[in-house]
C-alpha cells in the first residue's frame, strides 16, 4: 500500500511538473503580445527626448526593437530560459538586478503580510465556525466581507492617519530611518535580517516599526478570505461522523476542533490561502506606493510612468514565473496532505 501511494505521488507530482511547461509558454507570450500592442516607441517614450536620432536608432537596434516579430518573440523566450529578463531602458540597470534588490523589500513586506493574514484569519474562522451564529459569527463574517472588499491604498491612508499623524505611535513611509538604513550592510537586502547578520540588534525596532504599517494593511485585507474560507470549512468538518465519535468518546471540544475539524479542512485552505500569497504581489503595489516601501512593486509604478517597457516586460515575467512556482507548490502540499487530490 505504502509504495503504490508512493508511486501515485510521483506520477502526480511528474504531471504537474509537465504541464508547468505550456503553462509558463502562453503565460510568457501573453506578456510579450502585451508589451508589443502598447501604443508608441517604447524607446523613444522612454529616452527620446534625451537622445539624438541617431542615439535613438542605435538604441533600439540594441534593445532589438528593430528585429522582424517573430525574432524578438524568439529572443525573449531565450533570454527567459537563460534567466536574463532584460535591461532597463531608462537607468541601464539589469532587470534581475532590480528584482534582487527592490524584490527583496517585497519578499519581507509579503511574508509580514501573509503572517497577518493566517494569523488573524486562521482562528477568526475557527472560532466563527465552532460559536456559529453567535454575535462573534456575525462580526467575524461582517469584518471578512468589509475588509476584502476595501481598497488597500484606502485603509493605508487610514492607517498612517490614524497612528502616524494623530498618535504619532509608528513610522508611516519608508523601510526604515535613514541612519538605520546607512548603519546596515546589504547582505541580502532584507534589512532585518541584514541587520540579524551584522548584529545591529538596536536597529531591529526601527526596522519593524517601519514594517508594521504596510504589512498589517495588506495582511489584514487578505485575512477576510482566509477567515470565511476557515469558517465554511470547519463548519462543514463538524457536522462530519468521525466529529461526532470523538464528542461521544469524550474528547475535549478544543481537541476536536483542533485535531480533527481544523485538520481536516485544510486541504481547500492551504490551496485558497496559497493563491492569497501570490496575489499578495499585486496587491504590494499599491501598498508600496502608499507607504513609499522601496519594493519590486514601487519600483514596477516608476518605469510605468517613465514608459520604461523593457523594464515592465522583465518585472512583470518575474511576477508571473513568481505566481506558476506558488501554484505547483500548492499542489504539491495538497497532494502530501490528501492522497485523494493524486487521483
Known sequence: MAASESGSLRRYLLQRLLLVIPMVWILLTLVFLLMRVAPGNPIE???????????????????????????????????????????????????????????????????????VAIGVGVPGGTLAARWRDTWFDGSARLFGIVIYAAPVFFLGLIAQLVFGHYLGWLPTSSQADVLTQLDIT????????????????????????????????LGLVISGVV???????????????????????????????????????????????????????????????????????????????????????????????VVIVVSLVIDIVNAAIDPRVRF
Open 186 to 217: 546589504p547582505h541580502s537586502n532584507i534589512l532585518i535580517l541584514d541587520a540579524m547578520i551584522d548584529g545591529k540588534w538596536g536597529d531591529i525596532p526601527d526596522l519593524l516599526a517601519h514594517l508594521v504599517l504596510p504589512a498589517v494593511t
Open 227 to 321: 477567515l470565511r474560507l476557515v469558517r465554511v470549512n470547519v463548519m462543514q468538518t463538524l457536522r462530519g461522523d468521525y466529529v461526532e465519535a470523538a464528542r461521544a468518546r469524550g474528547v475535549p471540544e478544543g481537541r476536536v476542533l483542533r485535531r480533527h475539524a481544523l485538520r481536516n479542512a485544510m486541504v481547500p485552505i492551504v490551496t485558497v490561502t496559497g493563491l492569497q500569497a501570490a496575489l499578495l504581489l499585486s496587491g504590494a503595489v499599491l501598498t508600496e506606493e502608499t507607504f513609499n516601501w522601496p519594493g519590486i512593486g514601487n519600483q514596477l509604478i516608476h518605469y510605468l510612468d517613465a514608459r520604461d517597457y523593457t523594464a515592465v516586460q522583465g518585472i512583470i515575467t518575474v511576477f508571473t514565473l
Open 45 to 115: 517614450a522612454a529616452v527620446g527626448a534625451h537622445l539624438t536620432h541617431a542615439q535613438l536608432i542605435a538604441k533600439e537596434r540594441q534593445a532589438g526593437f528593430l528585429k522582424p516579430l517573430i525574432v524578438q518573440y524568439g529572443d525573449y523566450l531565450w533570454q527567459v530560459v537563460r534567466g536574463n529578463f532584460g535591461t532597463t531602458i531608462t537607468d541601464n540597470r539589469p532587470v534581475s538586478q532590480v528584482v534582487a534588490q527592490n524584490g527583496a523589500a517585497t519578499l519581507e513586506l509579503t511574508v509580514a503580510a501573509m503572517i
